[in-house]
């Protein structure tokens, strides 16, 4: 039997369906809080205590940098794995970083060595290997893939700065867009590479690098951009210049498609990390010009991280540097003073 409905009808009906969205918003909004994990540091040396949480991987684990009980300004990279901060260590001189962590829980980053010198590294099976360079004396590790292709830049013979992958014990040169230098700052499960390198006209651009091809990524009406990091679904996030370079904001790109992700409510963003479901974590400006760490998902607005954890838990979040597809986020802030990493996870 059909049924005839009247305006009261549509009305009411309208009204439910109203309210109906407006509890899914509002539970969708709720659970979209996250509980703070101070992962603390390794101790403190001549300038005090500090840490930083720069990657996760889909357990949960944390690599980065802190600082460590030490007359000197000792600051060993570190993985934090089932509740335990761990030291491990540097090549031999006083600074080492975690930069990238995959799923077995091996960690690229850079260390220096006894003579100052910066050396990418290789941490698998309780082992850091120093990674060599491109025939000059610097080279730093941003990422890997669960593969152990390691990619970053390191100092040619020529003295200039290229990007490389390290893979199968050998460190390939990746080249440039026609300028004198690139970086490599991600590498996806598929072995697409994403970084920025100068043109032959001076700007620098992000890139893509697949098959023996770098390819240049476009900007937000600008004259340059950067690709921070890149998911299995090729999506990337990065950094670009909008229209008339009056700012850089974070962007998202998918599909070709390069969107702006806006701030939070100053004038810069960087747009650091990004996960299998699109979304994007890292810091932008606030009106008051304080950098705030960010979230955005596929699709949504970007929020501060700040507004969704508990009130009065004392953390002020800066930068947000990782996040997994199960949504923990790490990277670091303030407490009490000091600066340490945390981690987020989702309610």
Partial sequence: MKTNLSIHDHSYLWRI????????????????????????????????????????NASGQVAGESSASSTHTTDPAFLYSNGQLINIGTLGGEYGNGRGINTAGDIAGYSTLANGSYRAFLYTGGQMINLGTLGADYSVAYDLNDSGQVVGDSDTVSGEDHAFLYSNGQMTDLGTLGGDSSTAHSINNLGVIVGYSYNAAGNFLGFTYQNGTMTALGTLGGSWSIAYAINDQNQ?????????????????????????????????SWGLAINNSGTVVGFATTRSNVYHAFISTNGGRMQDLNRLIPQGSGWVLGQANGINDAGQITGYGTIHGQTHAFLLTPH
């Fill in 236 to 268: 990337i996030a990065g950094q670009a210049y909008t229209r008339g370079n009056r700012a850089a904001h974070a962007f998202r790109l998918s599909n070709g498609e390069m969107v702006d992700l806006g701030t939070l409510g100053g004038s810069s």
């Fill in 17 to 56: 369906a109203m309210l109906a969205t407006s509890a899914f918003l509002a539970t969708a909004a709720a659970a979209q809080t996250y509980t703070v994990t101070d992962l603390g540091t390794l101790g403190r040396n001549s300038l005090g205590s500090y840490s930083n949480g720069q990657c996760i």
